[in-house]
Nanobody, 117 residues
Framework: QVQLVESGGGLVQPGGSLRLSCAAS????????MNWYRQAPGKERELVAG????????NYADSVKGRFTISRDNAKNTVYLQMNSLKSEDTAVYYC??????????WGQGTQVTVSS
């Protein structure tokens, strides 16, 4: 079955960095575009970044452009999100997701990122 397991979150001070990982299994990871989403308390889930199946194309929300970098390792079935210059407004639960209509209902447990001094 499809599994998405996020890790790497934590508490970090403003201006700090974190690297999130998402280990995927149960589907042909290397053939799918992957996305990172986040959901802050009281807000809707929002798309943060996406990466094409081969990793050649990436896109970012305006709010994270220049600070976050999405990457993937298809040999390890893992997608990453490097987050630099973190701000308090980046505080949220972060999820990875398969960009596929057929797999759209699969979500991991998420990983909490808290940016606070």
């Amino acid at each position: 079955q499809v599994q998405l397991v996020e890790s790497g979150g934590g508490l970090v001070q403003p201006g700090g960095s974190l690297r999130l990982s998402c280990a995927a299994s149960g589907f042909a990871f290397s053939t799918y575009r992957m996305n990172w989403y986040r959901q802050a308390p009281g807000k809707e889930r929002e798309l943060v970044a996406g990466i094409s199946s081969a990793g050649r194309t990436t896109n970012y929300a305006d709010s994270v452009k220049g600070r976050f970098t999405i990457s993937r390792d298809n040999a390890k079935n893992t997608v990453y999100l490097q987050m630099n210059s973190l701000k308090s407004e980046d505080t949220a639960v972060y999820y990875c997701h398969v960009d596929s209509y057929m797999l759209r209902n699969y979500w991991g447990q998420g990983t909490q990122v808290t940016v606070s001094s």
